[in-house]
């Protein structure tokens, strides 16, 4: 069986226009936010760092080697794309040794924006979001539609679908996923890439049944709800007036499963609906299981904050926008544009 990815249900209709994203690395600019601020004292020294055409995996061998650690002795919040300009942190623990000259350290590509010490090391998504600014080229199609979807994006936040790239190239990973399910040997690092792809293919098909029937955004019989910007969750039978009132006030959203093992957090009509997909995928879902997940939730719907939009001509529209940690760019892009 070989997998391909689908076109998910759009929520705002069909893309009003097409356009190209990274035509330069400057046009796809992401900022880090962490969830803490460092603390000034400690083992680990933080680093604020730029970087324009790299992706993260070469920051950290580069610090390895430059500071004399092992590559496990780096953190970093989160994975950044190479085709872009970003700027992450980094954590590099230096036990009663002097700090490096990080100056040194850069090059065209690498900047040292700020270094702090903390007491901890930088762990995988202690992040509070990222701030995008993306600029698209070459953009033709419907300006009006364009803007009512931006107006409509800003009021009511997008589905909170996984970005293709967790999929790889036309799927691969989901494929590879399934192949691994079969019995073949992989390291652990393309375990873990494939494990999250399958469960964010699942996440995505469900959401996508959702976006369909319109709930994606509303209340269901047997819905578990999601805080705003929290994994705190909990389980409603019947969705009462206060319910409501919190899911329309976005400070609260319906949810969709991660799948692994465990027992069912919902129930009635959402649990119709995941039971539904999960069935159709039977190998998958069965391959997570014996690999020993645990289920988790992860909201439908995310607010996309402090949404500004501009053409700066005919052809170029600037677009910024923060999104939580775990949100894809390329999820509120491709409601706009075919890219």
């Known amino acids: 069986m070989t997998i391909e990815i689908p076109v998910w249900p759009y929520v705002y209709g069909s893309p009003s226009g097409t356009g190209k994203i990274r035509s330069h690395p400057e046009d796809f600019i992401v900022h ?13 020294t933080f680093l604020q760092i730029q970087k324009t055409g790299e992706n993260t995996e070469y920051v950290v061998r580069q610090l390895a080697r430059y500071a004399n650690v092992r590559q496990r002795d780096i953190g970093y ?53 990222n701030r ?8 033709q199609g419907d300006q009006a539609k364009t803007l009512d979807q931006l107006s409509l994006i800003k009021a009511d936040g997008i589905a909170n679908y996984y970005g293709e790239q967790r999929f790889g190239n036309r799927g691969q990973n989901i494929n590879k996923a399934l192949t691994m399910f079969s019995g073949e040997k992989v390291n652990r690092d393309l375990r873990s890439i494939y494990l999250s792809a399958a469960r964010s293919y699942l996440f995505n098909h469900i959401l996508g049944q959702r976006v369909a029937e319109r709930t994606w955004n509303q209340a269901l019989a047997g819905d578990t709800f999601m805080f705003d910007r929290s994994q705190s969750c909990f389980q409603s039978e019947i969705p009462d007036a206060e319910i409501l009132r919190r899911v329309a006030a976005q400070i609260i959203h319906p949810s969709g499963v991660l799948w ?80």
């Open 32 to 44: 880090e936010n962490l969830a803490f601020v460092p603390s000034g004292a400690g083992e680990h």
């Open 77 to 129: 919040a989160g994975l950044k794309d190479r085709h872009a300009m970003t700027t992450q942190w980094f954590s590099v623990w230096l036990p009663g040794k002097a700090e490096p000259d990080w100056t040194a350290f850069e090059t065209e590509s690498i900047k040292v924006v700020q270094t702090l010490r903390h007491a901890r090391k930088l762990k995988r998504g202690v992040l509070s979001g």
């Open 132 to 139: 995008f600014e993306i600029t698209l080229r070459d953009w």
């Open 260 to 339: 692994g093992k465990g027992a069912a957090d919902i129930a009635a009509d959402a649990l119709a609906i995941e039971e539904a997909v999960i069935n159709s995928h039977d190998e998958l879902a069965r391959g997570l299981i014996a690999c020993g997940l645990e289920k988790a939730r992860r909201p439908l719907r995310v607010q996309v904050v402090d949404l500004d939009w501009q053409f700066r001509d005919q052809t170029t529209l600037q677009l910024d926008f923060t999104l939580p940690a775990g949100s894809y760019a390329t999820s509120l892009l491709r409601e706009l544009v075919e890219i």
